[in-house]
């Protein structure tokens, strides 16, 4: 069974530093993509950023130049460093990864304090 498994998040000041990490276990092949996405209070889901198998990235405009996604496709572990935080970057990210269907992680919790 494909599992998800999401550490790193907690408690940072605005303008610090977190770098997330979901590994994926219970499968030999390469998801593809993977990615992060979140959902704050009040709000819809929304994509953070995204990876393919072959280092193509994506990512929302609200964190361009502060967020950077990567992967390591021999252990199945995708991560995410975010710099510069901000309080409205406050939410419960969710590791995303795709081969036959969608799966998610069960989220993190990112809080910015202003």
């Known amino acids: 069974q494909v599992q998800l498994v999401e550490s790193g998040g907690g408690l940072v000041q605005a303008g610090g530093s977190l770098r997330l990490s979901c590994a994926a276990s219970?499968?030999?092949?390469?998801?593809?993509?993977m990615g992060w996405y979140r959902q704050a209070p009040g709000k819809q889901r929304e994509l953070v950023a995204i990876?393919?198998?072959?280092?193509?990235?994506t990512y929302a405009d609200s964190v361009k130049g502060r967020f950077t996604i990567s992967r390591d496709n021999a252990k199945n572990t995708v991560y995410l460093q975010m710099n510069s935080l901000k309080p409205e970057d406050t939410a419960v990210y969710y590791c995303?990864?795709?081969?036959?269907?969608?799966?998610w992680g069960k989220g993190t919790l990112v809080t910015v304090s202003s």
């Open positions: 990876i393919s198998s072959s280092g193509s990235t």
């Open positions: 995303y990864a795709q081969y036959d269907r969608h799966y």
């Open positions: 219970g499968t030999i092949f390469t998801f593809n993509p």
